[in-house]
């Protein structure tokens, strides 16, 4: 089993819809949870973080986190183009800063 | 800008050539890390520094040579590379490297092609 999937293959949504993004994790050890945004030929940014249950909201970013089911979700609120990117889920474990990265989900909002 | 500066950003070399990567952070960052981006593959994490010293080396073959003279500098010294050693090459760095909730900011990276 890999230890962060994101499964989803290339996510189009219209622009001023909702996207969503899902990942789940294997190490139930694990205890910090970040979603990255990577523009093509960019450096991976640090959008959300997110540490314990529930949902954290930043801007039109939303991250849910449910540790029993083992999943970290990112909603995107009325996407825009400038959101177009691939975005990575990032976990680690309490103790260190190992981080396990999913392959990532591109995203394409559609004018 | 990031905070965390790689050069070069693109970089083409045969197999039989030496060169180095080099990296530096300018956000009082105690830890720095080696990451290797492959096509359609995750984030690979390679060598970890915390406070100059090397606390993770991920099954790396020896023809990658990590440095860390100081918190703010890394380099990855490269020699006698494969073409699947073609990739983008990732530096980052973060408070510490026990940190768990400290969040890692990435350079833009260099394009690695193995000719």
């Known amino acids: 089993q890999k230890e962060v999937e994101q499964n989803s293959g290339p996510l189009s949504v219209p622009e001023g819809a909702i996207a969503s993004l899902n990942c789940t994790y294997s190490d139930r050890g694990s205890q910090s949870f970040f979603w990255y945004r990577q523009y093509s030929g960019k450096s991976p940014e640090l959008i959300m973080s997110?540490?314990?249950?529930g949902d954290k909201e930043d801007g039109r970013f939303t991250a849910q986190l449910n540790k029993a089911s083992q999943y970290v979700s990112l909603l995107i609120r009325d996407s825009q183009p400038s959101d177009s990117a691939t975005y990575l889920c990032a976990v680690n474990r309490y103790g260190n800063n190992r981080l396990a990265f999913g392959k990532g989900n591109q995203v394409v909002v559609i004018p | 800008e990031t905070g965390v500066t790689q050069t070069p950003r693109h970089l083409v070399m045969g197999m039989t050539n030496k060169k180095s990567l080099k990296c530096e952070q300018h956000?009082?960052?105690?830890?720095m890390y080696w990451y290797k981006q492959s096509a359609k593959k995750p984030l690979e994490l390679m060598f970890v520094?915390?406070?100059?010293?090397?606390?993770e080396n991920n099954s790396v073959p020896s023809r990658f040579s990590p440095e860390c003279p100081n918190s703010s500098h890394l380099f990855l010294h490269l020699h006698t590379l494969q073409p699947e050693d073609s990739a983008l090459y990732l530096c980052?760095?973060?408070?510490?490297?026990?940190?768990?909730?400290?969040?890692?900011?990435f350079g833009d990276g260099t394009r690695l092609s193995i000719l």
């Open positions: 997110i540490y314990s249950n």
């Open positions: 956000l009082g960052h105690n830890a």
């Open positions: 980052a760095s973060s408070q510490g490297d026990n940190l768990s909730n400290q969040p890692q900011h």
């Open positions: 520094y915390n406070f100059k010293e090397q606390t």
